[in-house]
């Protein structure tokens, strides 16, 4: 029984001693390369704080999955393979974020405008209507002033109106034209 009980005191002590050596190879090579891999990712993603994110990830992935070797020879290059394929994952992500976000934007502008084609229609229904809605004497005064760009005076002298009526007609004309925009 004491022959097994020290075997197995004897084997967690070794695994300890294992754990400590794993431990300080790791946190060796965390000082070594932490600063040159954010470096190296930062040229990559022109941001600090995205690069150190990288970089820690990339840390943790290593040591999630070869935490238990006991050779890290290899630790070196496959960091810094990892840094830069996580750095391109980061970069298409912002891509893909940045495309989403266009699309979302050209989608509300896109509906914006539908938004203001929907009012305007409903404005020129409303004029047409106010339009139909004025006396033809009326009518005739009005598209003279706003369509043909004419003075009160030009009007009254092409229709052989006075001045005072063209001005009774365009008031006339403005408040049929308030009253139907009114009511839609």
């Given at each position: 029984m004491s022959g097994i009980a020290s075997?197995?005191?004897?084997a967690k002590k070794e695994l300890k001693s294992d754990?400590?050596?794993?431990?300080?190879?790791?946190?060796?090579?965390?000082?070594d390369l932490y600063v040159s891999l954010v470096f190296y990712t930062n040229r990559m993603i022109g941001g600090l704080e995205i690069s150190?994110?990288?970089v820690q990830?990339?840390?943790?992935?290593?040591?999630?999955k070869f935490r238990n070797e006991k050779d890290h020879s290899f630790a070196k290059n496959y960091l810094y393979r990892s840094a830069h394929n996580a750095a391109i994952?980061?970069?298409?992500?912002?891509?893909v974020e940045k495309k989403r976000l266009n699309t979302y934007l050209t989608f509300?502008?896109?509906?914006?405008?539908?938004?203001?084609l929907i009012a305007c229609e409903e404005i020129n229904r409303g004029i047409n209507?106010?339009?139909e809605a004025l006396p033809d004497r009326c009518l005739e005064v009005f598209q003279l002033s706003r369509d043909e760009g004419l003075t009160y005076?030009?009007?009254?002298?092409?229709?052989?109106?006075?001045?005072k009526t063209v001005e009774t007609q365009m008031s006339k004309a403005l408040r049929i034209f308030r009253k139907e925009l009114a009511l839609h």
């Open positions: 075997n197995s005191v004897l754990n400590v050596c794993i431990h300080k190879a790791f946190d060796h090579l965390f000082k150190e994110d990288v990830e990339t840390f943790v992935k290593y040591w999630s994952d980061y970069i298409r992500h912002q891509k509300q502008d896109d509906h914006i405008k539908i938004d203001d209507r106010a339009k005076c030009q009007i009254a002298k092409r229709m052989s109106i006075s001045i």
